[in-house]
Every structure is written in structure tokens, then in C-alpha cells.
């Protein structure tokens, strides 16, 4: 393989137009999450503006780009996804029987390891490493939003009149209920953030918020637009105060779900959920095939999907000594999480010590 790696501002705009063409058409060679906003030159270029050892392997054959493979290095040579954290999906973007050797491109961007929790479905080099696979459920409306709620009332029909029910409720009650799916003020996303930032607090969650490279990079993606990717901001309004909000990333086929949040003094008529109907709707009369909640188990999401596809979690490694001892760091870790996050009865008692420490520290901000 003839394998050149470039710090983010060396990539040059055919490279980027490259890379972008192959998203645009991964859905008519079989392989439609290739086409995820995580995997797009904008989500990296933005990760490399806030975060050190950004780097883009581009993978050439017969002189043209076969393949692009975003990472970040440490100055010890090992390797994470970019935006390893808060990014939903991880992989190499590559044309149509493109094939590679994990270990010799790791060799090649100077890795004793890489490192992923979300790697997309398809890339058989890297998921001969991975230590587990993990259902993302997903929301399609490629064909139509009136065809998905029929889905909807159909596998979940109390859900469906309680949501439905709970937004004419918020209409009587509050005022007049309006939903912006791209909405452009900065403030609103500040509220995003703020909600976001109390929720994670009061359920005895790490604030991710509470990261300034996070913030950075929710705030440059929010400013960027580009043809087919932009940052989404999404509002639900009652009597034109904002009431639940989402910022996501779409390119042109695929909604990325990322950061949901409602106020707290509405949550008795769910706008995170009615939020997500209109969301569905929006997508669909914009041509998007279908909106990733991301992985993990909420009781939301489950009401929500339509289908599952699946995402793997693991590490490529050479024979390394790095290797070796950051994989004998993080594999327990990663292991014990995934065990507590994956049995009900063990997940129901953690999460309610988190939630009553959240409420803990809350009272003694």
C-alpha cells in the first residue's frame, strides 16, 4: 500500500473532495454507514483544531485515493479513533473492494496500537481485533415520515398517543409549540450545553461539558457547513422559549444523533421525545435515509428504532511494548463497564448510586 499521512491542514482539497465522494456513494456499494458524519473530513479536521496528534493516512493506489484513515497519536505511538469519547462512529472510509493490512498501516502512521469503541460495521482488518460488538439502534425514514409513524403505531402504540397526547398538552399549556430544525442562534446552543452539562451532573454522570476541547468542538461543528455535511441544531419552542434541543451532524443520507436535552421544569410532557418525532419528520422531507441514536441501552431509543446495526469495540496492535501495557490498563476497565451496562441487575443499582451522588453534589454547588 502506498500509505502518505498529513497533518489536518496538509490535506488538500482534492484529497477532501476524494474522500467526500466516496461517503456520497457508499450507499450504492452496500455499505450506507460509511457515510456517517463521525467519518467525514470535517468532523476530523474540526477534532484536529482542538485536540494534539491529529493525523489522516491517505492510502493510494494506481495514483489515485483508495482509502482515508483518520487518527490521533500520542508522542508514544499509540493510536485512538478521532474524537475517541464522543465519537459515534470509527473507521477507514475506502472506495468499493478496497482492501489493507491493519498492521502494516498502523506500521505506516507510526502506531503500536489504535484504539476504537464504535467502529463502524464492515471492516473486517479491524474487527478481527475487536472484544465485543454492540447494537445502534437507528431511525429510517426513507420512506417517509407518515410510513414511519405507521411503523411506530404499530410496534408501540401506547408510546406513540402518549407522545402525540403529551405535545397538545405542552401546546394547551404552554403556548404555542413550533419546532426549528436548523436553528442558527448561538444562545440556543449555549442552553443545549447547560442542559446538557446539569443533566449529566445530576445523574451522577462524568459532564463532558465540563471539557473545554468538548465545548470547542460542539461550538466549530455548530459554524460548519460544507456540501454535504453541516452541524444540526434542532429546538422544540413553547410560546417561543426554548423547551428541548439537539445538536447532531448530518451529511447527505445519515442524521447523527449526539447531544439531546430538554428543561427540566417541562419533562412531565417528554419534549426530548416529541423533539424527536419532529426530528424524524424534518429528516425525512429532507432526503436523510435514516437518523443513529448511537449505542447504548436508553428506554427511548428502544420506542424509537425501527432496526439495529451494529458497532465494535477493541484494539489493533503490533507487537509493542506501548501496546502491550495500554491494552493491560484499559481492557479491564472497558471490560467491568461493558458487563454492568449489559445485565439489568447490575445496571439498576449503579445507576440509581449515581443519580443520588449527582443529586449529592448538586446540593453542595
Known sequence: MDIRVYRPGELSAADRAAWTAMQAKAHLHGAPELANPFLSPEFALAVGRVR???????????????????????????????GLGV?????????????????????????????FDHLVQGQRPFEASASGSFPSPVVDVDQGYEAYL??????SPKFTRSTLAKERKLGRDAGTVRYVHD????????????????????????????????????????????????????VLYADGRPVAAHFGLRTERILACWFP????????????????????????????AYLDLGRGQKEYKDSLKTRE???????????????VGHRARRAPVRALRNTVMSR??????????????????SRHM
Open 52 to 82: 494534539r496528534g491529529v493525523r489522516i493516512a491517505v492510502v493510494h493506489e494506481d495514483g489515485e485515493p483508495a482509502a482515508f484513515f483518520p487518527y490521533q497519536r500520542s508522542a508514544t505511538g499509540v493510536g485512538r479513533a478521532v
Open 87 to 115: 465519537s459515534d462512529c470509527q473507521g477507514l472510509v475506502h472506495r468499493p473492494g478496497f482492501t489493507w493490512d491493519a498492521h502494516e498501516l498502523l506500521r505506516a502512521c507510526g502506531l503500536a496500537l489504535w484504539e
Open 261 to 288: 436535552a430538554y428543561d427540566p421544569a417541562f419533562a412531565k410532557y417528554s419534549p426530548g421525545l416529541v423533539l424527536h418525532l419532529r426530528m424524524a419528520e424534518a429528516a425525512a422531507a429532507d432526503g436523510i
Open 150 to 155: 405507521g411503523r411506530l403505531r404499530a410496534h
Open 183 to 234: 436553528e442558527r442562534d448561538p444562545e440556543v446552543l449555549n442552553t443545549l450545553m447547560a442542559w446538557k452539562s446539569a443533566q449529566y451532573r445530576r445523574t451522577g454522570r462524568s459532564d463532558r461539558f465540563a471539557h473545554e476541547w468538548i465545548t470547542r468542538l460542539v461550538t466549530r461543528l455548530f459554524h460548519t457547513r460544507s456540501e454535504p455535511f453541516a452541524g444540526i441544531l434542532s
Open 344 to 361: 439489568p441487575e447490575l445496571f439498576e443499582p449503579a445507576d440509581r448510586i449515581l443519580k443520588r451522588m449527582g443529586k449529592i453534589r
Open 309 to 323: 446495526i451494529t458497532v465494535s469495540e477493541g484494539w489493533v496492535t503490533r507487537r509493542h511494548p506501548m501496546a
